[in-house]
């Protein structure tokens, strides 16, 4: 019987040097990734630094070589890190790390499908900063980039996460709110317009947040394009009417019968304009 070859290959035409097209293949850990290519040889790729120096010597006691050095191995794993962070570059936004416009199309896509499939609504959460363009022309975008990164890192710190945060254009940002309804969708937004104003003035800048929001319910047939049309509208609204203000569709405030007084008085506080306020605690103060 003819006699089986062992060695460790080093050949990329024989194997994808890639460790995680390896592992995916073959399902073996680091310590050796086996592939049958000819009936007479076995081709071993070992890696040598997730090898023991008492494996190394077991394996060249059974006759395997090793062909992989070191440096090749931390070349590979190096273009590794760099295919990977290619990879990110083409969904984030480089100067603030948030997803980029491209991502945030394609995920608005998917989480409509999602609602549709699952009769879970989701909500989008449009922003553009108010007087931005006026930081940049006066205090240069130097300083403007500075207040995007420092707003894009309490993002980070303080979003979900199951949420998407996108930058949708210069000084304009997309967070998309899976499985969320249309009234936490408001009271989140109403956090990020707080966070937003305080890293404005921790900058001492003239910076503010009109924010449109809306809910894409499970039964809506509406398109991704159509349904952006929807909440840009809102946010038109919110910059037409002061800026520095948050739009939404009429939210249905429970009934009195289901949540006490002080829980509904909070609730009208929280959504209902200023101008409607006051009339319905006069209302709410004539039934007593």
Same mark, same amino acid.
């Given at each position: 019987?003819?006699?089986?070859?062992?060695?460790?290959?080093?050949?990329?035409?024989?194997?994808?040097?890639?460790?995680?097209?390896?592992?995916?293949?073959?399902?073996?850990?680091?310590?050796?990734?086996?592939?049958?290519?000819?009936?007479?040889?076995?081709?071993?790729?070992?890696?040598?630094?997730?090898?023991?120096?008492?494996?190394?010597?077991?394996?060249?006691?059974?006759?395997?070589?090793?062909?992989?050095?070191?440096?090749?191995?931390?070349?590979?794993?190096?273009?590794?890190?760099?295919?990977?962070?290619?990879?990110?570059?083409?969904?984030?936004?480089?100067?603030? $790390? #948030?997803?980029?416009?491209?991502?945030? %199309? /394609? &995920?608005?896509?998917? !989480?409509?499908?999602?609602?549709?499939?699952?009769?879970?609504?989701?909500?989008?959460?449009?922003?553009?900063?108010?007087?931005?363009?006026?930081?940049?022309?006066?205090?240069?975008?130097?300083?403007?980039?500075?207040?995007?990164?420092?707003?894009?890192?309490?993002?980070?710190?303080?979003?979900?996460?199951?949420?998407?945060?996108?930058?949708?254009?210069?000084?304009?940002?997309?967070?998309?709110?899976?499985?969320?309804?249309?009234?936490?969708?408001?009271?989140?937004?109403?956090?990020?317009?707080?966070?937003?104003?305080?890293?404005?003035?921790?900058?001492?800048?003239?910076?503010?947040?009109?924010? $449109? #929001?809306?809910?894409?319910?499970?039964? %809506? /047939? &509406?398109?991704?394009? !159509?349904?952006?049309?929807?909440?840009?509208?809102?946010?038109?609204?919110?910059?037409?009417?002061?800026?520095?203000?948050?739009?939404?569709?009429?939210?249905?405030?429970?009934?009195?019968?289901?949540?006490?007084?002080?829980?509904?008085?909070?609730?009208?506080?929280?959504?209902?304009?200023?101008?409607?306020?006051?009339?319905?605690?006069?209302?709410?103060?004539?039934?007593?």
């Amino acid at each position: 019987m003819k006699a089986v070859k062992k060695t460790a290959l080093l050949a990329s035409q024989t194997l994808p040097l890639t460790l995680e097209n390896i592992f995916k293949k073959t399902g073996l850990k680091p310590a050796a990734a086996l592939e049958q290519k000819k009936p007479q040889t076995e081709f071993i790729l070992i890696l040598a630094e997730s090898v023991s120096p008492a494996q190394r010597a077991k394996l060249l006691s059974h006759g395997f070589s090793f062909k992989l050095k070191d440096d090749l191995l931390h070349s590979l794993i190096r273009l590794e890190k760099e295919n990977h962070h290619l990879k990110s570059l083409s969904v984030t936004d480089e100067l603030t $790390g #948030v997803y980029n416009k491209r991502f945030f %199309s /394609r &995920q608005l896509t998917v !989480e409509i499908v999602r609602a549709q499939r699952t009769g879970e609504p989701f909500c989008l959460i449009f922003i553009d900063l108010d007087n931005f363009k006026i930081v940049n022309d006066t205090l240069g975008h130097t300083k403007g980039d500075e207040f995007l990164v420092k707003m894009c890192r309490q993002i980070n710190l303080n979003i979900r996460p199951t949420d998407f945060a996108c930058r949708f254009g210069g000084d304009e940002f997309a967070i998309i709110l899976p499985a969320t309804s249309l009234l936490d969708g408001v009271k989140i937004a109403k956090r990020w317009h707080e966070i937003f104003s305080q890293v404005a003035k921790d900058m001492n800048l003239p910076v503010s947040s009109s924010i $449109g #929001v809306d809910q894409f319910s499970a039964s %809506s /047939r &509406q398109s991704a394009q !159509e349904f952006l049309h929807q909440v840009d509208q809102l946010l038109y609204k919110a910059k037409k009417t002061g800026k520095g203000k948050i739009t939404h569709p009429d939210i249905e405030i429970p009934d009195s019968k289901a949540v006490t007084r002080e829980e509904r008085e909070l609730l009208y506080h929280i959504f209902q304009p200023s101008g409607q306020k006051q009339h319905l605690r006069k209302k709410d103060k004539g039934k007593n």
